[in-house]
Antibody, heavy 118, light 107 residues
Framework: QVQLVESGGGVVQPGGSLRLSCTAS????????MHWVRQAPGKGLEWVAH????????YYADSVEGRFIISRENSKNMLYLQMNSLTAEDTAVYYC???????????WGQGALVTVSS | EIVLTQSPATLSLSPGERASLSCRAS??????LAWYQQKPGQAPRLLIY???NRATGIPARFSGSGSGTDFTLTISSLEPEDFAVYHC?????????FGQGTRLEIK
């Protein structure tokens, strides 16, 4: 079955950088666009970024545009999120998500907690 | 961006009762709306997509309706495991957006 496992979360100082990884299995990873979605403590869900199956197109939320970069390595079934210039507002659990054929989120990882604090 | 407003923020009901949760969009999303259930410490689970289609494995007591700007998630008879937070999400246009969530709690 589909499995998504995030890693790379942790505590980082304001202005710092962090890279999240998502290891995918149980489906043909190279055939699917993938997403990152985050959830700040006690808050709702916020879509963060999307990358097409072939990495030719990427979309970002305005809140992260210019600071975060989504990428993938299809040969390794890996999805990444490079996060730069982090602020306290980026503190959240970050989920990688596989969509249904369209952009609804059918499968989710367990999440990686990112805490931005001095 | 399309803003989704969910109401009520909190809904207090008893097992066996019927629940109706609302999601209103700031502009038409057609039928491009989904509902998710989230329990504490867990990732969300897709319940309904394209306004009324149940995702794989979702019980028939969950149903979705609506189109355009007004949508409803109905749980016909609440089971103890249904008490959770529910989120709506639109995919009509970028950026993808979510509502702020409705907490369904046991009365």
């Amino acid at each position: 079955q589909v499995q998504l496992v995030e890693s790379g979360g942790g505590v980082v100082q304001p202005g710092g950088s962090l890279r999240l990884s998502c290891t995918a299995s149980g489906f043909t990873f190279r055939s699917y666009g993938m997403h990152w979605v985050r959830q700040a403590p006690g808050k709702g869900l916020e879509w963060v970024a999307h990358v097409w199956y072939d990495e030719t197109t990427k979309y970002y939320a305005d809140s992260v545009e210019g600071r975060f970069i989504i990428s993938r390595e299809n040969s390794k079934n890996m999805l990444y999120l490079q996060m730069n210039s982090l602020t306290a507002e980026d503190t959240a659990v970050y989920y990688c998500a596989k969509p249904l054929a369209t952009n609804y989120f059918e499968s989710w990882g367990q999440g990686a907690l990112v805490t931005v604090s001095s | 961006e399309i803003v989704l407003t969910q109401s009520p923020a909190t809904l207090s009901l008893s097992p066996g009762e019927r629940a109706s949760l609302s999601c209103r969009a700031s502009q038409s999303v057609g039928s491009h709306l989904a509902w998710y259930q989230q329990k504490p410490g867990q990732a969300p689970r897709l319940l309904i997509y394209d306004a009324f289609n149940r995702a794989t494995g979702i019980p028939a007591r969950f149903s979705g309706s609506g189109s355009g700007t007004d949508f409803t998630l109905t749980i016909s008879s609440l089971e103890p495991e249904d008490f959770a937070v529910y989120h709506c999400q639109q995919r009509r246009e970028w950026p993808i957006t979510f509502g702020q969530g409705t907490r369904l709690e046991i009365k």
